[in-house]
C-alpha cells in the first residue's frame, strides 16, 4: 500500500513540479508587476504549494517503507540512509517550499497592509519549518551525513528573515518587494534542488548525493535574489529627474 501510494505520489509530484519549474522563469523574465508576471506568479505559486504538499505524502511513505520505496542498488537497502535523505530530509524541503511559496505570496497580496502578512498560517509555517529543520539537523547527526547539517541552515535562515519582516511594524515602501524576491525564488530554489538531487536516485544514482550537484539550483538562485533586490533597491534610491537636472545655484 504504502509503495503503490508513493508512485502515484511521485508522478504527482512531477507532474506539478515539472509545470512550475517551467513557469519559475516566466516572472523572472517578465516586466514586474506586468500582467504576464501576476499570472504566470500566481500559477508558479500554487504549483510550488501543491508539490510541497505531495512531498509530504512522498516522505512519508519513504518513512514507512524506506527499503521498498527506494530499491536502488546504490542505496544497498540502507533503511536508516533512505530515511534521513529522502525521508526526514524531503519532509523539511517540503515545508521549506510552502513557507517560501506562501510568504512571498503574501508579501505582494499585502503590501499595502503589512499587519495582514501575520496571518495564522504563516505563522504555523515559521513554527513548522524551525522544527523541520531542527530534525533535519539532528537526523544528518544521527547517520553522520553533512549534507542534512548544512542544507537545515536554510531553514533557519529562512525563518530568521522570515520574522525579522513579519514584526516590523512598518516596512519601507520596496522591503516586500525584496521579501516576495526572496521567498519565492527561494521556493524555485528549493524545488530544483529537490528534482536535480532526488530525480538523479533514479537516472545517475552515483551522483545523487554529491554536493556540487544540490550547489547548482542553490548558487544560481542566490544569484537570482540578489541581482532582484539589488534592481528594486536601485530603483527607489535613484535621484529624480529633477534633482539630476538641477544647477548648483539651485
Known amino acids: 500500500m504504502a509503495v503503490d501510494t508513493f508512485h502515484f505520489l511521485v508522478w504527482c509530484h512531477i507532474v506539478s513540479g515539472a509545470i512550475g519549474l517551467v513557469a519559475f522563469w516566466v516572472p523572472i523574465a517578465s516586466t514586474k508587476g506586468g500582467t504576464m508576471h501576476v499570472r504566470v506568479g500566481k500559477i508558479f505559486t500554487y504549483c510550488m504549494l501543491i508539490t510541497g504538499f505531495v512531498a509530504i505524502g512522498i516522505s512519508t511513505t519513504t518513512l514507512i517503507a524506506p527499503v521498498a520505496t527506494h530499491p536502488a542498488p546504490e542505496l544497498k537497502g ?18 521549506l517550499t510552502i513557507n517560501l511559496a506562501w510568504f512571498g505570496w503574501l508579501a505582494a497580496k499585502n503590501k499595502r497592509d503589512h499587519s495582514a502578512n501575520l496571518e495564522w498560517r504563516n505563522v504555523i509555517l515559521q513554527v513548522f519549518l524551525t522544527i523541520t529543520a531542527i530534525n533535519c539537523l539532528l537526523q544528518g547527526v544521527i547517520i553522520g551525513q553533512g549534507l542534512m547539517i548544512a542544507i537545515s541552515f536554510v531553514g533557519f535562515a529562512t525563518v530568521a528573515t522570515n520574522v525579522w519582516f513579519l514584526m516590523k511594524k512598518k516596512p519601507g515602501v520596496f522591503e516586500w518587494q525584496l521579501e516576495h524576491v526572496k521567498a519565492l525564488v527561494g521556493a524555485g530554489i528549493s524545488v530544483y534542488t529537490a528534482f536535480l538531487a532526488f530525480g538523479a536516485v533514479r537516472l545517475m544514482p552515483s551522483v545523487a548525493l554529491n554536493p556540487m550537484l544540490w550547489a547548482i539550483p542553490l548558487t544560481t538562485g542566490i544569484g537570482l535574489i540578489v541581482y532582484h533586490q539589488q534592481k528594486v533597491k536601485r530603483r527607489y534610491t535613484r535621484p529624480s529627474k529633477s534633482v539630476e537636472q538641477a544647477s548648483p545655484a539651485e
Not at 540502507?78 to 515545508?95: E, K, P, T
Open 78 to 95: 540502507d533503511a536508516a540512509l533512505i530515511r534521513g535523505i529522502f525521508g526526514w530530509m524531503m519532509q523539511y524541503l517540503a515545508i
